[in-house]
């Protein structure tokens, strides 16, 4: 299968979903990302677009994509949808990785809006969850009891944001691995990420 993620800046889709699209890759599918933004406002555009790119080559991911957009600066409006429908085009996804709607942060609230836009002949779309997210109520959970070292690994490799949590004594690394025990103890395994479905249209045969 041919797997899209879409993600508001760097490091939101590893936060996300990055076990999964692990599990994805090692199973043999195509994992592609695209980001949205370039994350200038949290530190270094050069920094912050090697780190994503360093975390594509780790994974082993078919492709990453750039948004063209700075950070803070997304808009839910065509340009968006259509950026975000070239893409698509692009890669066919099979399925599609979105951040929630429901999110402090403005870039959140517009990729997600325009995504759902974006993605409404694709079969299988689902929300994940970032450290803004709001009132996040997962319906599908996917272990990740055996690629969740290599997800918080893919977080290391965005070095310059480990300690950019504005929660003192506490690192993206950790809150990642908190959210993968919580998620894990709803779903009833060990560590999981939880997903909210947009979209999930099965062929019984």
Known sequence: MNILAIGPHPDDIEFGCGGTLIKYIKAGHRVFLLVLTDGSYGGSRKTRMREQKEVV????ASGLYWGGYKDTQLEANRALISKIEGVIRK????????????????????????????????????????????????????DIRFALDKKLKLLELHSSQIDKTRVK?????????????????????????????????????
């Open 169 to 205: 004594s506490l690192t993206i690394i950790e809150m990642a691995e908190a959210c993968a025990t919580f998620r894990g103890f709803q779903g009833r395994v060990k560590y999981a990420e939880g997903f909210k479905a947009l979209r999930v249209i099965r062929d019984v045969r």
């Open 57 to 60: 080559r780790f994974a082993g």
């Open 91 to 142: 890669v066919k996804p099979d399925a599609v990785f979105l951040n929630y709607e429901d999110d402090i942060h403005q870039d959140h609230r517009a990729a997600a809006k325009a995504g759902i836009s974006a993605t409404r002949y694709i079969k299988e779309v689902l929300f994940y969850e970032v450290p803004t997210t709001r009132r996040f109520d997962p319906d599908t959970f996917v």
